[in-house]
């Protein structure tokens, strides 16, 4: 049986590790824009999160609206203050209260109905909610987000929202082997947020955010302009095949 201080000197070695493969692939790229990490621990129970936490690592990602709940909640109870928790994943409108009620930001908005049942019902005691919009930059039938050319549209639409702050784009640009194709993959995404920034108006000049890469594409997604990536694997190991319930 392993000790639980193995599982903070392993979960703190891998933080460290993927930082520095930011850090040097934000110079590589002479990128001057932070490049922001979120911990994607779906699938990876409350203890590993608050190890992660007391590493020094804030902002935790994840994808399924019960199971972040659970964690959301067990951290809490632990006594884990100050964390932010991003919902990443696919969202139905009959899941959106819980979303709204517990975590800080949402990544995977891509479409007006979430968007305005998240405003809705966000709590009035808490910061307005912050939103990405999800675009399918890769046009598979399978993938989520909205198709690049609605994301203008959508993003002034958030952008109107009482209790939204319009934070910027989100992809999950297709797999693909090698930095050449996958900073092909990576470039739109930051293309169509600057083409979205430079011609909106109020809050969507005021987005600052590019959510792309995750553990094999980090270094592409940094050079393409991310300023956040997401990053499971790398930190905390292979998941189990499948995602538990
Ligand atoms: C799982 C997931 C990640 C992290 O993927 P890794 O390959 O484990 O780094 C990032 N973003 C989204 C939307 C995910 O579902």
Not at 97 to 102: F, G, K, P
Not at 117 to 125: D, N, V
Not at 158 to 169: C, E, S, T
């Amino acid at each position: 049986m392993s000790l639980p201080g193995d599982l903070d000197s392993r979960i703190a070695a891998q933080l460290a590790e993927v930082q520095r493969a930011i850090e040097t692939a934000r110079q590589h790229a002479g990128r001057t824009e932070a490049v922001e990490l979120l911990a994607v621990s779906k699938t990876h129970s409350a203890q590993v999160v608050l190890a992660a936490a007391r590493a020094g690592q804030i902002a935790f990602g994840e994808n399924y609206v019960q199971e972040g709940i659970n964690k959301i909640l067990a951290c809490r109870a632990a006594g884990a203050a100050g964390l932010q928790w991003h919902f990443i994943g696919p969202l139905q409108s009959n899941k959106t209260r819980v979303v709204a009620e517990q975590f800080d930001w949402v990544e995977s908005v891509d479409r007006l109905k979430i968007a305005e049942r998240l405003s809705e019902q966000r709590p009035a005691h808490l910061p307005p909610l912050q939103v990405c919009v999800q675009v399918n930059v890769s046009g598979e039938e399978s993938k989520s987000g909205c198709p690049p050319e609605a994301a203008a549209a959508l993003c002034a639409q958030i952008a109107a929202l009482p209790n939204l702050v319009l934070r910027g784009l989100m992809a999950i640009p297709e797999p693909v082997e090698g930095v050449d194709a996958q900073r092909a993959a990576c470039r739109p995404l930051r293309t169509l947020f600057d083409q979205i920034k430079q011609h909106g108006e109020g809050a969507v000049r005021e987005m600052d955010t590019v959510s792309m890469g995750m553990s094999h594409d980090l270094a592409a997604a940094i050079a393409e302009g991310a300023t956040r990536v997401r990053i499971g694997t790398a930190i905390f190991g292979l998941r189990p095949a499948k995602a538990l319930p």
